[in-house]
Each structure stands twice: as structure tokens, then as C-alpha cells.
């Protein structure tokens, strides 16, 4: 990816509409086979979302290759503006949302690899938020996610509830750290706009004892035992007991550390 000089401006960046699970960051990663095959050959003739060919979620971590992912054919992506001109805000949602599929309705209590192996975990968004040091363990890299929209005129028209694309592709340009960036698409280097997803937890949809935040990762571990273990397997091989002990500990020491301070009266 090169990322280019960004377009001087003072104002907000990009943030989620105040709406649950406005991030629609599963749509894209988790619950999607190749080729929308989720939905069935009936639903496949629908009419699809705003989304998708254009808005696709983009992810860097430090030395590892960067990751794109399609969105689901049936996301409408919509940017709209605040009340407060001139913030932007951003609404993912499912147009078909009522008979959304099995696996979009299950997740994420019962994500998993494949239809056979059920593996609840932390939807990905909770994952993108949670805690450094959960990521670093778990993953083994932070990352970064955007959502990296197609620099051209009909995919600006297709997202934004704007009557003139051209001002809406400029207040977007104009918004608190979003770029212009090449990313090559297949064999193909196409400019898109880059949007950095903002961490904003307040509007997950929290539906059930298993889909929570994830604080800790000795909680974390406690609520999603399986697919944690199995991430830490395949990162560390024999050791991944002794990393996930030495994890917690350390989590817990830092904890202990600020919590004096705070009684102290220092900052953190
Ligand atoms: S918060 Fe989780 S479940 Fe809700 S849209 Fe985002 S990734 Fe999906
Ligand atoms: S069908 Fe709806 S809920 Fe399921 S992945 Fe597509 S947009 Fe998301």
C-alpha cells in the first residue's frame, strides 16, 4: 500500500452512527464464505447492499503483509452527515437483516471455522478493541483496521446520503486522519480512501452472556476457552501454557501497579 499526503483539514474524524453494532465488522471477516455462498441461491438474486463491490475493510499490523477483505454482498455502508456539520458519520448495516442466514444470526455465540465446528469466540470488533496486551498475546501483532472505500465517483454515490458526490468525497478527504491510498486489488493498483475505524465500544450490540467486552485476558480465556487455546497452539506450539501464564501474570502485575499509583494520587 503507499498512502498519500493527506487533505489538510481541522475537522472530526469518521465515526459510527449511534446505533448497535454500527462497525458491521463481522460482515466482512467472519460470517462470509467465498462468494456470498451463505445466503443461498434465492437470496443471491436480491438486490445487494451499497457496499459491495466498493468499501472493503483493510487491515496493517508491523511486519506482516497487509490483509483485505470483501464485503458481504448485502451491507449497505452509508456515510451520512451529523447533526453537528460538518462531522461524518458512518452506519454499516444489513439490508436483508430480517432474513439474514443462520450463520449471520448465530454469531457470534456460534462462530467457527467451518458449519461443523462451532467455536464460539470475541466477535472481531471486540477483538480490534480489546486490551494490547490481549492482542499481542493472541494474535501475536496489533493491528490496524480502515475501511478502504474505491476512489471513484460511483462508489461515493452508492455510500453517501449526499445529493453531489464530489462535495461528499471532499468533506470525507477533509475528515481527521483519513487518506488516499494505492492498494493493489488482485493484480490491479486502484486508489481508494482509507477511513481508520475509530475504537468506539458504547454501541456494540452485547445480546448474550458470551458476547462481551473483553477486559482481561484471564476473563477472556474463562469465556472463550477453546478458540483462545487454539490460537495460542498454533502460535507457540508446547509453550503456549507458559506464555498464557506469563501473559496473565504480567496483566495482572500491571493492574496492581496502577491501581497503587491511582491510590497515591499519581497519574497514570
Ligand atoms: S460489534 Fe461485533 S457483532 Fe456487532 S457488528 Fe461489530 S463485529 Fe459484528
Ligand atoms: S447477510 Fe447480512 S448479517 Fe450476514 S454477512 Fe451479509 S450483511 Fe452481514
Known amino acids: 500500500m503507499n498512502t498519500h499526503d493527506r487533505i489538510p483539514g481541522n475537522h472530526d474524524g469518521i465515526s459510527f452512527a449511534r446505533s448497535e453494532c454500527s462497525d458491521g465488522m463481522c460482515c466482512f471477516t467472519c460470517v462470509i464464505p467465498r462468494g456470498n455462498k451463505h445466503v443461498g441461491f434465492f437470496k443471491s438474486l436480491r438486490k445487494g447492499g451499497t457496499a459491495y463491490p466498493y468499501v472493503k475493510l483493510f487491515v496493517t499490523s508491523e511486519g506482516y503483509k497487509d490483509e483485505l477483505y470483501d464485503s458481504c454482498k448485502f451491507l449497505n455502508f452509508i456515510i451520512s452527515q451529523d447533526a453537528t456539520r460538518p462531522h461524518l458519520k458512518m452506519d454499516l ?3 436483508i437483516y430480517k432474513s439474514r442466514p443462520s450463520q449471520c444470526m448465530g454469531y457470534p455465540d456460534q462462530a467457527g471455522e467451518s458449519v461443523y465446528q462451532k467455536i464460539s469466540g470475541p466477535c472481531i470488533f471486540n477483538e480490534y478493541t480489546a486490551p494490547r496486551t490481549y492482542n499481542k498475546l493472541v494474535y501475536k501483532r496489533e493491528w490496524k483496521a480502515f475501511y478502504a472505500i474505491l476512489d471513484h465517483i460511483d462508489a461515493i454515490r452508492s455510500i453517501c446520503v449526499h445529493d453531489d458526490p464530489s462535495a461528499a468525497r471532499k468533506l470525507i478527504l477533509e475528515a481527521r ?6 492498494i493493489t486489488v488482485g493484480s490491479k493498483d486502484q486508489e481508494h480512501i482509507l477511513i481508520p475505524i475509530l475504537k468506539q465500544t458504547e454501541n456494540i450490540l452485547y445480546v448474550s452472556e458470551k458476547h462481551q467486552p473483553i477486559a482481561t485476558i484471564r476473563e477472556a480465556y474463562s469465556r472463550w476457552e477453546e478458540k483462545i487455546q487454539n490460537n495460542l497452539k498454533n502460535h507457540y506450539g508446547d509453550e503456549w501454557e507458559s506464555r498464557l ?5 504480567m496483566e495482572e502485575k500491571d493492574a496492581c501497579k496502577r491501581g497503587d499509583e491511582d491510590t497515591a494520587g499519581n497519574p497514570e
Open 93 to 95: 448495516r444489513c439490508s
Open 177 to 182: 486522519d483519513v487518506r488516499l491510498a494505492t
Open 245 to 249: 501464564k506469563s501473559a496473565i501474570e
